[in-house]
């Protein structure tokens, strides 16, 4: 795909490097932005280099956040001794928008990958077992996602925290509530056998 | 959606003001972007600040250019007395990547649409019909969507462009290459069968 400006093109393979976004649709992202008025493409680039710039981050959970700590770390009615452990702020969004969860959070920033070179070290481990050994935190619940390296980070995880003497849990894996059986893969199926519960507490919420 | 940090929250909110990006996009995109070096998202955001501020628009065919006029109105190789009237440089693109044609072309910046407020006034017709007044365009090929945008801007540029004696046609509608015919919509198909031309011909490239 060849035009007849450098500046476009520039634009575009910017554009095209976001996880998603191949050249197509970065041309028409950067042809809308063309049909912009220029304080506002100012706007938009100042937003997100201001972003990368000025972000910070929770100095206890690593969230992010515009404060030395975060909300949710500063708000006093929630439970600081139940940690949550995600990915990453995504996340967090998710489990806030259920309304069901009063302690607070840990992120880690990724998950471990050796594929791409991703170890212990370079997600927020040390900020957690740091947490853990201030002594207040009496359980943490991993919310990793279901893959590969979900799987690994967690079996990493118990072991540091088990051996800190955290009791260490895991969200429940089943069927979505509200679809059919028929459509859920047999892992995720197999799964919500195994870990089936009295009938009596399925109604509680 | 809420979440702890305003600059986070401003960069996804400018980053969903892109066509076809959603919040959930968005959110995904700022924390690729959240990950990068700061050198590299100053890069990220300068590109396109600069596209926007720096771009320059061929003042023969109004085609993105970084010079004055742009690389296809300059090749002296290339037909001046054929234009191909386009909306925007992404068709360009796609016509020079068939390399079938060798004139030159004119882009309109859009097509009319009464629904969004763009009237022939708010695209290049103007420039489109100075050129056709300084008496050395033969022919204007009209390859707009087969949209009923496209539709309205082709039946007003073929009135402008007849009145000031010039040869109208328009690129051949039909069932693509190597495609089904059942797979067709009926509007292409009638048109195809409408507009058939003797075997012959077909055979010529």
Redesign the interface.
């Known amino acids: 795909?060849?035009?007849?400006?450098?500046?476009?093109e520039?634009?575009v393979?910017?554009?095209a490097?976001?996880?998603?976004?191949g050249r197509r649709?970065a041309?028409?992202?950067?042809?809308?932005?063309?049909r912009?008025e220029?304080q506002e493409?100012?706007?938009?680039?100042?937003?997100?280099?201001?972003?990368?710039?000025?972000?910070?981050y929770?100095e206890v959970c690593c969230?992010?956040?515009?404060e030395p700590r975060?909300?949710?770390c500063r708000d006093p009615h929630r439970d600081a001794s139940l940690i949550c452990v995600v990915e990453?702020?995504?996340d967090?969004?998710a489990i806030?928008?259920t309304r069901q969860f009063k302690g607070l959070y840990h992120v880690l920033g990724g998950v471990i990958s050796p594929m791409d070179g991703i170890g212990p070290d370079d997600l927020h481990t040390a900020e957690l077992m740091e947490r853990v050994a201030q002594g207040d935190v009496r359980e943490a619940v991993l919310a990793l996602g279901g893959t590969l390296e979900g799987d690994t980070t967690g079996f990493y995880l118990n072991r540091r925290l088990s051996e800190a003497a955290v009791l260490v849990t895991t969200i429940a894996r089943g069927i979505s509530v509200g679809s059919d059986l028929d459509q859920a893969d047999e892992v995720t199926l197999g799964r919500s056998i195994a870990d089936r519960k009295p009938y009596e507490q399925s109604l509680k919420r």
Not at 1 to 8: A, E, F, K, V
Not at 17 to 21: D, T
Not at 63 to 66: A, E, H, K, V
């Open positions: 795909m060849s035009h007849s400006s450098s500046l476009l520039n634009a393979d910017q554009l490097s976001l996880p998603g976004i649709t041309m028409r992202l950067a042809l809308d932005l063309l912009r220029p493409v100012a706007r938009f680039a100042e937003a997100i280099r201001r972003m990368r710039d000025e972000v910070r929770c969230n992010i956040s515009d975060c909300a949710i990453d702020i995504r967090v969004i806030e928008n």
